[in-house]
């Protein structure tokens, strides 16, 4: 992925028209989201200097999540503090945390993704089927499990990481995830979502399948 075509990636991201209950938080009509844009872009860049064989599929965005960083499976924490195992996000990269986050505690679910991947010190792409914020109808503050016609809106993005990234391996975090790669023809390995206490499941998951592919 060349800088221009990371851009156009996330412009594309950004130009999508959502529901009124399904926040597209890159849209370009809405001033803050500038920096989730210039989040994402900077984290694609990073993990084009680490290149990843495997893409974590996961389901969508949360609230306490990627809707505020504009990142997958990250949290204000993370663009808080210093740089991960991994040397990803830290100070001094361009990381801004967008003023909408101001009273919103950061989303566990990121948290214990990053620390399973830095205890398997394995380092995969993140991405989510639908790719934009689903919460319930008239509550910006939830999250809704995205519909399937949601999940076929983000096809087209996950497809173009695995082309840009020479991705290997797909394997989705949970059920969403797995339905959405079924119905594009995919028969991937599915593995335990972090959230709601599947943090065990969700490393021993991961841990077979890196088992099997050294």
């Given at each position: 992925?060349?800088?221009?075509?990371?851009?156009?990636?996330?412009?594309?991201?950004?130009?999508?028209?959502?529901?009124?209950?399904?926040?597209?938080?890159?849209?370009?009509?809405?001033?803050?989201?500038?920096?989730?844009?210039?989040?994402?872009?900077?984290?694609?860049?990073?993990?084009?200097?680490?290149?990843?064989?495997?893409?974590?599929?996961?389901?969508?965005?949360?609230?306490?999540?990627?809707?505020?960083?504009?990142?997958?499976?990250?949290?204000?924490?993370?663009?808080?503090?210093?740089?991960?195992?991994?040397?990803?996000?830290?100070?001094?990269?361009?990381?801004?945390?967008?003023?909408?986050?101001?009273?919103?505690?950061?989303?566990?679910?990121?948290?214990?993704?990053w620390q399973v991947l830095a205890e398997?010190?394995?380092?995969?792409?993140?991405?989510?089927?639908?790719?934009?914020?689903?919460?319930?109808?008239?509550?910006?503050?939830?999250?809704?499990?995205?519909?399937?016609?949601?999940?076929?809106?983000?096809?087209?993005?996950?497809?173009?990481?695995?082309?840009?990234?020479?991705?290997?391996?797909?394997?989705a975090v949970g059920n969403v995830a797995?339905?959405?790669?079924?119905?594009?023809?995919?028969?991937?390995?599915?593995?335990?979502?972090?959230?709601?206490?599947?943090?065990?499941?969700?490393?021993?998951?991961?841990?077979?399948?890196?088992?099997?592919?050294?």
């Amino acid at each position: 992925m060349t800088a221009s075509s990371i851009k156009a990636f996330i412009d594309r991201l950004a130009s999508v028209p959502t529901g009124p209950d399904c926040n597209n938080f890159f849209d370009h009509t809405v001033p803050g989201n500038a920096q989730r844009r210039r989040n994402l872009e900077l984290y694609l860049r990073e993990m084009q200097d680490r290149p990843p064989k495997v893409l974590l599929l996961g389901e969508a965005p949360g609230y306490r999540g990627m809707r505020i960083t504009g990142i997958p499976f990250t949290n204000r924490s993370m663009l808080e503090g210093p740089a991960n195992e991994f040397g990803l996000f830290g100070p001094g990269k361009g990381y801004v945390l967008p003023a909408d986050f101001e009273g919103i505690a950061a989303e566990p679910t990121a948290t214990v993704m990053w620390q399973v991947l830095a205890e398997l010190e394995f380092l995969p792409l993140l991405w989510s089927a639908c790719p934009w914020h689903t919460h319930v109808p008239g509550r910006p503050l939830s999250n809704r499990t995205p519909r399937a016609s949601e999940a076929a809106l983000g096809t087209p993005f996950w497809q173009a990481l695995i082309e840009a990234f020479s991705i290997e391996t797909v394997v989705a975090v949970g059920n969403v995830a797995h339905r959405s790669l079924q119905r594009n023809g995919l028969d991937v390995p599915k593995i335990r979502h972090p959230a709601h206490g599947g943090r065990s499941g969700f490393k021993r998951g991961l841990q077979e399948l890196l088992a099997h592919s050294r």
